[in-house]
């Protein structure tokens, strides 16, 4: 049996073929994310014939908060609407504003941001009228795919739920099988102009009659979900206590949570509750939760994993292979950074070693802080020690994320081991090697490149019956965490609050 898998990123578009029994990629191709929506069927289409559509099942996964307005024909309008924290960032603060801050994550999860599809359906109401006015419907990014490739225009609860529109319940109960009424309405949309959420165990969509890109009539079409979830769950992040990072563009920190954060392990900000007399989309009566404050304000999300029986704590940074692309700008290309990159990780580390603060467009978490830009802290001498200087900034932040998740968590963050994927995990790279000497706790690498991809295979075939669900393997990273990254990191940390509270003065 062989089963295909896509995964629509930021950067790149990328597609898998799998076959079972034992597992082997016997198939797989890359091309560059395109700008609008139309272009990324076109893509995606040519990807589809290049690994080959002799599969017995699909599945899709893709970047979150990305998505398309489609006209009455389903046809995309224009480009894709990416995420970008900063686009309906006003609008975002309208949302908060008229409805609490706290009470909006209280309901779905999410902190109100500029990148939440529901901020940017506000903003394209009042900013882009003419194509709000055409707008028949909107499709994710995987949801555009599976609708041109079955009819359907469907998506899964983990990107659902990246949309501050999806509510999120109590742990144990059962997930909604579509967007809130109340949340989509407040920013002038009906519930039928979005996709119907496919719950885990639902029956998938399938190619209609006459088949489609080459694929049998009746071929199973699953949207597997959010890219970094889809990733982790492949790689073995099931269970409490589990937890993988995951990197590409942006990085993702994820933890399974035995149960949600306790009251009083974060602190709440003033003046985030509905003021008085708001309008209420997300219910009367809704709870803000202290469990769940603590946990936007440390800006986090709270969401419920792949197989939706678990939450999940998620950490992320829009800045990570983005910061290594930025960096490798201002060197020339990819072709100057790959030498100082092995000279850097080489490079003795001391307690006075620099480091960049790495936000390009700020910091969502811990402290989240919109202002927060990239500086380097301490002294630099060359290339080597700059490009070092990136590579640390990275891996203490992700560490940074990964000890605060802990915290709320009421974990040790060095306890058990963290499972990588992703750009970051390839045996022997200087950004490995930096992120395991920075600890906190010991790495399992996962070998396979396209483990988004390959997960979003997988998963397909396991909604659709056809397969157990399978782990990708992994194995310990072979750095040892470092001392001195334990000085650098207290460093780090003041630094980028002393940073933080520089700009508000």
């Known amino acids: 049996m062989r089963s295909l898998g896509l995964d629509v990123g930021t950067t790149n578009v990328k597609a898998v073929v799998v076959e079972h029994g034992p597992l082997r990629t016997v198939a797989r191709a890359a091309a560059p994310t395109p700008v609008s929506g139309r272009e990324l069927l076109a893509v995606v289409r040519r990807l589809v014939e290049k690994v080959g559509a002799d599969v017995d099942v699909v599945g899709v996964a893709s970047m979150a908060e990305t998505g398309v307005p489609l006209d009455d024909e389903d046809a995309p309008l224009g480009d894709l609407v990416r995420w970008d924290p900063s686009r309906a960032a006003r609008h975002a603060a309208a949302l908060a504003a008229t409805y609490g801050a706290d009470a909006l994550f209280a309901a779905t999860g999410v902190r109100p941001s500029g990148k939440v599809p529901l901020a940017t359906w506000a903003h394209l109401r009042a900013e882009d009228p003419a194509r709000w006015a055409a707008m028949s419907r909107w499709a994710g990014a995987a949801d555009l795919v599976v609708l041109a490739l079955t009819g359907r225009l469907v998506t899964d609860h983990t990107l659902a739920g990246r949309t501050m529109a999806y509510r999120l319940p109590p742990p144990g109960t059962d997930l909604p099988a579509g967007f809130d009424p109340d949340l989509v309405s407040a920013v002038g949309m009906r519930p039928e102009q979005l996709p119907e959420v496919a719950l885990p165990g639902a029956p998938p969509a399938r190619v209609p009659a006459g088949g489609r890109w080459g694929l049998r009539e009746g071929t199973p079409v699953v949207v597997a979900g959010h890219d970094h979830q889809v990733g982790a769950w492949a790689a073995g992040m099931r269970e409490p206590g589990d937890v993988a990072d995951s990197v590409g563009t942006a990085e993702a920190v994820v933890r399974v949570l035995g149960e949600l954060p306790r009251a009083g392990s974060g602190s709440r900000r003033e003046g985030a509750g509905a003021p008085e007399g708001a309008g209420a989309p997300v219910g009367a009566g809704a709870p803000v939760g202290e469990d769940r404050a603590a946990v936007a304000a440390a800006g986090m999300s709270l969401v419920r994993t792949v197989e939706g029986r678990h939450e999940a704590l998620v950490a992320g940074s829009s800045s990570a292979g983005a910061t290594l692309a930025w960096w490798a700008g201002q060197l020339g ?47 630099a001498s060359d290339d080597v020690d700059r490009t070092a200087a990136v590579l640390d900034g990275l891996a203490l932040q992700a560490r940074w994320m990964l000890t605060a998740q802990a915290g709320l968590a009421g974990a040790d963050p060095a306890a058990g081991h963290v499972l990588v994927l992703g750009s970051a995990a390839r045996a022997g790279s200087a950004w490995l090697r930096a992120k395991a000497a920075a600890g906190p706790a010991p790495l399992r690498v996962v070998g396979e490149g396209e483990a988004v991809a390959v997960g979003a295979a997988l998963l397909a075939a396991h909604r659709a019956g056809l397969a157990e669900p399978v782990l990708l393997p992994s194995a310990q990273a072979g750095h040892d965490h470092l001392p001195v990254y334990d000085e650098l990191f207290r460093s780090f940390v003041a630094a980028a609050r002393a940073s933080s509270r520089s700009a508000e003065g």
């Open 333 to 379: 290309g990819f072709d100057a950074l790959g030498p100082l990159l092995a000279a850097a990780a080489d490079r003795p580390r001391t307690a006075a070693s620099p480091f960049l603060l790495p936000y390009l467009r700020g910091r969502q978490t811990p402290e989240p802080d919109p202002a927060a830009r990239a500086v380097v802290v301490g002294q």
